[in-house]
């Protein structure tokens, strides 16, 4: 498919002061096409439920607001996966933030270039998340479009190849290893030996002896002696 297609992007601003508002809203109508503003909140407590209730791509968030800070909205939600631009006056919290994984800290007045840079971020972050991580294979009877990260190992089978999911379901199709391997090396999947491809966040151990690589489902996948290096490389890293 076309990787250049940008899909929208779901935003929140949430920032007490009217200019801040403005300033933002006219550069993002004015530079980012793919990004829709769908609520603007004044506080913390509004913007929270804003996230809860639109289930936003990216959150822009200042950091001093009347009732508590940006920090505090981005810890009301540990596990959901939204992108959070903040845009401070204070250069004081950005270690805060950067410790809960902020895409970017931009200090006001804003700096188009740096703005930009930091979409340009938050593009790639979201196209990594897993809604944005959505593959369709063919079998014989239908079509399916499958969560890439549900994906534990896909293995040859001659000209066909078995996908084996995190669900304990698999699926045959008629690609062949290498088709597969394209397909999915930009996910994160990794080719262990010429019958063996797996989804990297699923390796829990290399049983470097008897060159096995060891799967969170307990699957032990063989590793090739020329795969070997690359391996351990990805397990160390």
């Not at 479009?145 to 293995?155: E, F, G, L, R, S």
Request: glycine share 2%.
């Amino acid at each position: 498919g076309n990787k250049n297609v940008n899909r929208m992007i779901k935003s929140i601003i949430i920032e007490d002061e009217k200019l801040s508002r403005d300033v933002l809203r006219s550069v993002i109508t004015q530079y980012c096409s793919d990004i829709v503003i769908c609520k603007e909140c004044v506080d913390a407590k509004s913007g929270i439920e804003a996230i809860k209730a639109l289930r936003p791509d990216l959150v822009f968030l200042d950091i001093e607001m009347p009732d508590g800070t940006g920090l505090d909205v981005i810890r009301a939600f540990e596990n959901d996966v939204f992108s959070v631009v903040i845009i401070s006056a204070y250069e004081h919290y950005a270690i805060d933030a950067f410790h809960l994984s902020v895409v970017d800290y931009l200090l006001k007045p804003i700096d188009i270039d740096d703005f930009m840079n930091a979409i340009k971020k938050v593009r790639k972050v979201l196209r990594q998340n897993s809604s944005h991580r959505r593959i369709v294979l063919s079998t014989s009877d239908k079509v399916n479009v499958v969560n890439v990260d549900d994906i534990i190992h896909c293995a040859s089978d001659n000209y066909y190849t078995v996908f084996y999911f995190v669900d304990g379901t698999s699926m045959m199709i008629s690609k062949t290893l290498k088709e597969v391997e394209e397909m999915l090396e930009e996910y994160g999947f990794t080719r262990t030996h010429k019958s063996h491809l797996v989804n990297n966040n699923f390796i829990t151990n290399f049983i470097k002896d008897d060159m096995i690589l060891v799967l969170k489902d307990d699957t032990k996948v063989p590793v090739s002696r020329r795969k070997k290096d690359n391996i351990v490389r990805l397990i160390h890293n």
